[in-house]
């Protein structure tokens, strides 16, 4: 009946049901476990003071408080929630916070104060109650979940620091007070916890700039807005090597050192803070770092790397120290060790500085802790040396060859001098030298170094010693008195390289050059020489040979010569009795001779007159014709009778003409005559003639 008489009451009803069941879901909030709810309130409240952006619980706006998780009843409309996830810093995380709202930072402050309560800023109202201060915080989130109210509070998520191994961690504060002028790094703070606690290192007095603690290997939960970490290789030193250390902070060094002085305490320079604290001093140092790994600080310290010093066997190191004190104290020190102990001076290393230099001691070589050449040299072995604080020289023991030759490997060419003559001679030359350890220190000081010793004075000395001396000789003499050249020239070497502590251990001339044409005219006269030698030699083996021969062959005839003598004999008597024969045969024949040769005699004196006979009456005939004919016709008359004996060709060979027949036949005869003696032929021999 009141529904019929009022329709609109049952809608009523009904949106106030409604209306109570919205109420009433609108006043509960349910938080999830992971989740926050972030509230703002609407109405009835107090405004926001002026520079603040997050309300406290009585004020209207976002509020600094948060809901946990779990079932929360509101007063219906006048609050809004709005649920957000957790803030989760993973393992290898830390979260960096900044701060929405709160007082600001005081001037020249970067990071906001550290307020107590705030529960790691899951407590906005505490944090604002407490005056929290609004940018970033030096405090930082470690690894977990976190209710965070993300308006309040902003989280950034950074990479935790990690050092591994055999590296460092160098640290640079963004806030502290000023480092003190005069200093590189920032002085040390206890507590700070390796800067994981930035609250802790501001509260201390920690400075602002590049920090001289170093993070070692390992994990570092570290503010990275507050602290900025450089991770760098630690220093190595090698096998063989050494490191050589220079400190970039410390106290000034002194004017007349090169090298600071030694401190001890700072664990290999890997403690800057102990190094400081013990009056180190800036720049070079005098330790240095042997073979390893060192966490140095390289902010600090710079480190180079150097190698060792090592001396093989045949060889000393000559140590010149620039550290220790100055050479004009040993007078001083010598009197007080003399005075003291009540003995005179007599050692050469302890001599006063004067009376050293005047006996030939070179001024600058010391006793060990003095700056200078050192006289105790060092031995075969691998040294960690500061070449920094000593500069040492490598000294051979052994002998050193100095060669002048056309060998590649030599340093010098062949020594070029002129003879007397003119003539042009390569000599190749050998020096040998040898460096006395004791002697090592004082040969530094004279020349400095073997190389200056070869280039300064070697060289110019045995260059010098061979050109005086081949100028005062001939080639052929120069290269004749060889030997008594070279000893010339190793007596004046020994008496120079004594000057200069080296011991001479010979001077070699390995050969000598001389030009080709007095070489060719020399060689003549050698090979002309041998020849004649050889000739001698062979007359005489000749001689040799034939008295051989000549004993050979009476030695072979003796059973001959016997029988000859024998036979001598026998024929001696055989021509006695032959004589005799003969003088019996002779008178016997001389008998018969005389004889034969009257009756000869007979015949012929007969024969004689018969030839005178007939040729005057053959010259009374030949007279008579001459008369009768005359001389033509007695020749006419001949030259028939040849012809008609055939001795005479009636046509001649060769025709010879004449006025008168008589001539030419007379001119072919003589012709024919001419010719037959000019072929060799002797004439037919004319009878007429012959008996002529």
Same mark, same amino acid.
């Given at each position: ?122 407590? $906005? &109202? !505490?944090? @604002? ?5 609004? =940018? #970033? +915080?030096?405090?930082? /989130?470690? *690894?977990?979940? %976190? ?50 606690? $930035? &609250? !802790?290192? @501001? ?5 602002? =700039? #590049? +920090?001289?603690?170093? /993070?070692? *290997?390992?994990? %570092? ?52 803070? !102990?190094? @400081? ?5 800036? =720049? #070079? +140092?005098?330790?240095? /770092?042997? *073979?390893?790994? %060192? ?127 003119g003539f042009e001679i390569s000599v190749s030359v050998k020096v040998i030298v040898r460096v006395r350890p004791d002697q090592a220190p004082y040969m530094v000081a004279k020349i400095g170094s073997i190389d200056n010793l070869i280039m300064h004075v070697i060289h110019p000395m045995i260059d010098s010693s061979f050109r005086n001396q081949a100028s005062s000789t001939s080639a052929m003499n120069f290269l004749q008195d060889r030997q008594e050249e070279q000893k010339k020239a190793e007596e004046r070497a020994r008496v120079e390289l004594e000057r200069y502590h080296v011991e001479c251990v010979s001077v070699l001339i390995c050969q000598i050059t001389l030009p080709q044409e007095l070489m060719d005219t020399q060689t003549k006269k050698i090979i002309a020489q041998q020849q004649l030698a050889m000739y001698q030699e062979q007359q005489k083996a000749e001689g040799t040979r034939i008295a051989t021969e000549k004993t050979r062959a ?139």
């Amino acid at each position: 009946m009141v529904a019929a008489a009022f329709p609109w009451v049952p809608i009523l009803v009904g949106s106030a049901a409604f209306f109570l069941l919205i109420v009433f879901f609108k006043s509960f909030v349910v938080v999830g476990g992971a989740e926050l709810a972030v509230l703002e309130r609407k109405y009835l409240g107090r405004d926001l003071p002026q520079g603040r952006v997050v309300a406290q619980r009585d004020e209207i706006g976002i509020q600094a408080r948060t809901l946990a998780p779990g079932l929360h009843l509101l007063i219906p409309f006048l609050y809004k929630a709005k649920k957000v996830p957790f803030t989760v810093i993973a393992e290898t995380e830390v979260g960096i916070v900044e701060s929405i709202d709160g007082d600001p930072v005081p001037a020249g402050r970067i990071f906001a104060r550290v307020v107590p309560g705030h529960n790691l800023f899951q407590d $906005g &109202e !505490a944090f @604002l109650r407490n005056r929290g201060e609004k =940018g #970033p +915080q030096i405090s930082i /989130l470690p *690894p977990g979940n %976190y209710r965070i109210n993300p308006v309040l509070f902003r989280v950034r998520k950074a990479p935790a620091t990690i050092i591994d191994k055999g590296r460092i961690g160098l640290v640079n504060s963004m806030d502290g007070k000023p480092i003190p002028p005069g200093r590189l790094l920032a002085q040390k703070v206890e507590g700070h916890s390796a800067y994981e606690d $930035g &609250e !802790a290192f @501001l509260a201390k007095g920690g400075q602002k =700039g #590049p +920090q001289i603690e170093i /993070l070692l *290997p390992g994990t %570092y939960r570290v503010n990275a807005d507050l602290f900025r970490v450089e991770v760098r290789d630690a220093t190595v030193i090698p096998p063989n090597k050494i490191g050589l250390v220079t400190a970039l902070d410390g106290e000034p060094l002194p004017e007349d050192e090169y090298v600071a002085k030694s401190v001890g305490g700072h664990s290999d320079f890997q403690n800057a803070s !102990a190094f @400081l604290a013990a009056g180190g001093e800036r =720049g #070079p +140092q005098f330790d240095v /770092l042997k *073979p390893g790994t %060192y966490y140095v600080n390289q902010q600090m310290f710079q480190v180079e790397l150097d190698d060792v010093a090592v001396v093989e066997r045949g060889q000393v190191a000559v140590v010149v120290s620039n550290v220790g004190e100055e050479p004009k104290q040993i007078k001083e020190l010598v009197d007080a060790m003399a005075a003291r102990e009540g003995t005179t001076v007599d050692n050469d290393a302890q001599r006063k500085p004067d009376e050293r230099f005047s006996l030939g001691i070179e001024r600058y070589v010391v006793p060990k802790g003095f700056r200078g050449i050192q006289q105790e040299v060092a031995g075969p072995g691998i040294y960690y040396l500061n070449r920094r604080a000593y500069i040492i020289y490598i000294v051979d023991t052994t002998n050193i060859s100095v060669d002048w030759d056309d060998s590649k490997e030599t340093r010098f060419d062949p020594l070029r001098v002129v003879s007397r003559d003119g003539f042009e001679i390569s000599v190749s030359v050998k020096v040998i030298v040898r460096v006395r350890p004791d002697q090592a220190p004082y040969m530094v000081a004279k020349i400095g170094s073997i190389d200056n010793l070869i280039m300064h004075v070697i060289h110019p000395m045995i260059d010098s010693s061979f050109r005086n001396q081949a100028s005062s000789t001939s080639a052929m003499n120069f290269l004749q008195d060889r030997q008594e050249e070279q000893k010339k020239a190793e007596e004046r070497a020994r008496v120079e390289l004594e000057r200069y502590h080296v011991e001479c251990v010979s001077v070699l001339i390995c050969q000598i050059t001389l030009p080709q044409e007095l070489m060719d005219t020399q060689t003549k006269k050698i090979i002309a020489q041998q020849q004649l030698a050889m000739y001698q030699e062979q007359q005489k083996a000749e001689g040799t040979r034939i008295a051989t021969e000549k004993t050979r062959a009476e030695a072979d005839q003796q059973k001959n010569l016997v029988e000859a003598e024998i036979g001598v004999k026998i024929a001696e008597q055989n021509k006695q009795k032959a004589i005799r024969f003969a003088e019996g045969e002779g008178e016997s024949v001389r008998l018969r001779a005389e004889g034969e040769a009257k009756g000869i005699r007979a015949k012929g004196d007969a024969e004689g007159a018969r030839i005178l006979a007939i040729g005057e009456s053959t010259a009374k005939a030949y007279e008579l014709q001459n008369k009768a004919v005359g001389a033509q016709g007695v020749t006419a008359i001949e030259i028939a009778k040849q012809v008609a004996a055939g001795n005479v060709k009636v046509t001649p060979d060769f025709l010879v003409q004449g006025s008168e027949n008589l001539g030419g036949l007379l001119s072919a005869f003589l012709t024919t005559l001419m010719t037959t003696k000019t072929k060799g032929a002797e004439p037919a021999e004319n009878p007429a003639a012959r008996k002529t």
